[in-house]
């Protein structure tokens, strides 16, 4: 693990959410060439600064069009959906939708291995691994980086999946799944408790899958 | 919460790794009482150096006695043992012995739900809360202090515990019950997700005690 890579990360999530008061206006810059390299990055810069300023739930792709003065067609035809914009700008490696259909689809019986399994594709990966690393230690050290989160996931991770569970208090069974995976990071990729960290993914699973097949079907 | 209180808890045992190498070396303070007030800080500081600099496991009461240049009896008489006097260096409220003999002491059937109802009372309580969170951050941020924690769970929490489980894989099965603790806090008191933040304890202790339960004895 490259421990300085994440505290890059951070520190750009950090400074993208401390620094919002002071972006100074920049209104007609003359040589630009539109849709250019230039404006993607303002795009982007101006997404990290929109949702850190608002939280995730309260950023609509028009306000951030407008900060970053483009139009919201360009901004679309670059970026999608609000979701995707948000994983882009903080270069977040999770796809929520893929996750929703990975681990709806299938018997119902399999649902908790498929979202570890889900897991462990993204973690064994150093590159995604330590972009999730770093977002989570953002989150875990900056309130307006937690709420951010907080509001991706409630909209756009634990809402979907609640949806599609039949069972009782949904919201609630996605967010016990959701802490068993971050404990999961914690403890193998963050702290990295040995035999824990050291431990096959094949030895793992089937303790983990138990869990997340309680809590979300359970 | 008050997030100003964990970033300043976090920034002071970060800071004791950071700033270890430029400690003066204070020998011989001429107007000091022995085992007054200062004794206890001075104390406490050079174990947060010694700490920081090689680990839990490689540190040992002696160094620490040397680094604050009292006499080892004395250091024994203010904090007992190397556990308590970590605790006491990072203000971590964890009683690892107390933790141990509440989840052992009991039948068998009852380990999970004592784990889970001993991690709320750790929680649930805002003081005690604060000085877990500000450790929790610090560790995953930090590499020198995640290594720190590491080495005291290893040795104090995780290996009791699992002296004590009459169970194949005891380390591995200690460390995912530790997951779940981990990833409880992260989501109900770090992202604070809704509904998992709010839900009253005695909803929460059914769903989460038959995993412990599972990894510890299952």
Redesign the interface.
Known sequence: MN?QGD?DG?RTVAEAAQTQAARPVTRGKPGRRPGGADTRQDILAAARTEFAAHGYENTSMRAIARSAEVNAALLHHYFGTKDQLFLAALDFPLQPRELTRRVIDGDRGGVGERLVRFAFGLLEDAASRERVLAV??A???N?QM?RL??GF??GEV?GPIAAALDAP?P??RA??A???????I???Y???????AS?PVEELVP??A??LQ??LVG
Chains 1, 2 share one sequence.
């Open positions: 421990a505290a951070t989570l230690r989150a875990a050290t309130e937690a989160l907080r996931m409630a634990v208090r919201d609630l967010e016990l959701m802490t068993q995976v971050v404990g999961l914690m403890g193998r963050v702290l990295a408790v040995e035999p824990l431990a303790l983990l138990p869990t309680r809590y």
